[in-house]
């Protein structure tokens, strides 16, 4: 335990704890726009994707989008929240250059879903609230030359608030539950969840009380987060200076922070509003949101199988390791394709090995998808199925992976053309054997003689004359077989 006016650090055994709770703003996967008919897609030329209705001009009325709804009811449905017969939107008033109303529709006293959980390594992170938005447009500054340019391609583009419950005890646990609601959102198919492009971002709320308090501290929220690995350090940032605040008898101020990647530091913004700043009040332009229970089953029934449960049925179906399961699982689509090649292939630790390794490897290098990939799920598990009746040895099955890349071929014509494929034939290995005895005399007589250590060296060599062809475990057992072992 540090003393009250001690520097603190920020280990377990320190005085004081932090506190997270996290609110993220996912784009849904729509076509269109939250209220009209624009496109949602990222990318277009600037203030394109914008008509009177996003504009905010006089007369223009907002119409809800259906889909938008189906996606935050099933984004809520898959964290375990209750979705609410009845919801309401509001008007979120500030005024910000990119905000073309002077107000966001939100909701606020009635949302679209409350209550739910995440775990995350057994600690069930409690969700406060789920609910519809629009986004606001964006402004970009330029310093040379100094000027502010305004995009509202953005502006009425639809989202869904995820607000946690302060229930995040340390920077790594907060990563750990955005890269699980990710999962979620991915595997629901509610979102892409693309932080470069801007449709999943993080506002962190933190503070710092004494280990073994129970209220709360006064809480800074952190904005500017674009990586889940700066939301961490971010936090750890806040944290450390809140706790030397605290230790010197200062009071932590309420307020929104920026968090400054560069520096890796965090810096004072403005005041954090609280809701009576935003002046909420019902849309007046919006009917209420009536969702039946009968609608809201049937989207939970089209949800398919999440994260959580594919997890456990990895580990129990395929026999894999923790970590083998939580990479593969990660990505919907990579997780499919290990399923296909298993299921073609029958090895599930070979096909994982391979996904996990090469597939993965060629992916990052390429910056394609799983879906794009020029090795379908059936092409790899004959490669697969090559090496396990030994017909190719696991290192030409390397170069054979990388020639199937680049041209599409099937493995066995691939390894055919490179003259790869493994010679099992005893007379060629023994052929092979001879030889290399008759060059490495020495050696070969000390093997003979029974120095087993020697073993090792002279079958790599063989394999060497053999071009890597030779069928190693034969070569072993033949070499073996002339000391009598």
């Not at 907060?174 to 932080?195: C, P």
């Not at 394709?337 to 090469?358: C, I, M, Q, R």
Request: include cysteine.
């Amino acid at each position: 335990m540090t003393s009250p006016g001690a520097a603190p650090h920020t280990t377990d055994g320190d005085a004081y704890e932090m506190v997270v709770g996290l609110e993220v703003h996912v784009q849904l996967k729509t076509a269109t726009k939250a209220f009209c008919s624009c496109s949602a897609a990222y990318g277009a030329p600037p203030n394109t994707n914008v008509c009177p209705i996003c504009l905010a001009l006089p007369g223009a009325l907002p119409v809800l989008n259906a889909h938008a709804v189906e996606l935050a009811t099933r984004a809520a449905i898959a964290l375990g929240c209750t979705v609410h017969p009845v919801s309401i939107f509001a008007r979120k008033h500030y005024f910000y250059p990119d905000l073309p109303k002077g107000y966001q529709i939100s909701q606020y006293d009635q949302p679209l879903a409350t209550g739910g959980s995440l775990s995350i390594d057994e600690q069930a992170v409690r969700i406060t609230r789920v609910h519809l938005e629009e986004d606001a447009g964006k402004s970009i500054h330029d310093r040379y030359p100094m000027a502010t340019a305004i995009d509202l391609n953005r502006a009425g583009v639809p989202l869904i608030e995820i607000v946690s419950e302060p229930d995040i005890r340390s920077a790594a646990a907060a990563g750990q539950y955005l890269r699980a609601l990710k999962r979620v959102m991915e595997y629901t198919g509610v979102s892409d969840v693309n932080m470069e492009e801007g449709s999943l971002r993080v506002d962190a709320n933190v503070s710092a009380r004494r280990r073994g308090a129970t209220e709360l501290g006064t809480k800074t929220e952190v904005k500017n987060l674009n990586s889940f690995s700066n939301v961490e350090r971010a936090l750890a940032g806040e944290y450390i200076r809140q706790c030397a605040v605290l230790a010197a008898g200062g009071r932590v101020e309420q307020q929104t922070m920026l968090w400054d990647a560069v520096h890796g530091t965090v810096r004072p913004a403005r005041s954090k509003e609280a809701s009576h700043d935003y002046r909420y009040f019902p849309e007046p332009d919006l009917p209420p949101l009536i969702v039946t229970a009968a609608w809201a089953a049937e989207v939970g029934r089209g949800l398919g199988e999440l994260p959580a449960v594919r997890t456990a049925r990895y580990a129990t179906q395929y026999g894999l390791g923790t970590g083998d399961v939580a990479a593969l699982i990660d990505k919907p689509r990579v997780a499919e394709y290990f399923e296909a090649v298993t299921a073609a292939h029958g090895d599930a630790k070979s096909a994982a090995n391979w996904v996990l390794g090469e597939v993965l490897a060629a992916l990052n290098a390429s910056g394609g998808e799983i879906g794009d990939f020029a090795i379908g799920a059936p092409a790899l598990a004959g490669l697969l199925d090559l090496v396990r009746d030994g017909t190719v040895s696991h290192a030409a099955a390397k170069t054979v992976f990388a020639e199937m890349v680049r041209g599409g071929e099937p493995a066995a014509a691939v390894a055919q053309r490179l003259g790869v494929t493994q010679v099992g034939d005893d007379a060629v290995l023994n052929q092979w054997i001879d030889a290399v005895l008759a060059e490495n005399p020495t050696e070969a007589s000390r093997y003979l003689a029974g120095e087993r250590k020697l073993q090792g060296p002279l079958v790599g060599r063989i394999m060497k004359k053999s071009q890597g062809r030779a069928d190693p475990t034969r070569v072993n057992q033949l070499l073996a077989a002339r000391t009598g072992g």
